[in-house]
């Protein structure tokens, strides 16, 4: 995505907010242009970049990382965490597995003592 300043812009800004996230703004490939789209600032100058803006969490990302190669996260998305419905979609399945796995453990330890019935004469 393309974004326009009045004022130059760092490469990367961390702007952490306090409650384990952080704001990501990266600008690169800087152009002095014209920035005025309309008739009304038509002749304004300023900065054109390759602009990307996402938040995440902390401990997704690293600061170093970013910083050290910013172009590759002009791609990038946050990392989705998954809305509580499917979270109890999710439990719902794992239980029914689960009851499905007991119920093939019952089945096999009434084979095995049937099997050990017939080996030992019913002793």
Known sequence: MKAKFTERQPLVRWQELGNGLVDVTICLNEKFANIGDDEDCQGMFG?????????EKIGNISRQDVEADPEK???YEPRKEPAVEELQEQIQVL?????DLE??????????CEVVELLTGGA
């Open 103 to 112: 119920q093939q453990v019952t089945e096999t330890q009434i084979v095995l």
């Open 95 to 99: 239980k029914a597995q689960n009851n």
């Open 73 to 75: 996260y002009l791609d």
């Open 47 to 55: 900065y054109d970049y390759d602009f990307k803006q996402f938040r």
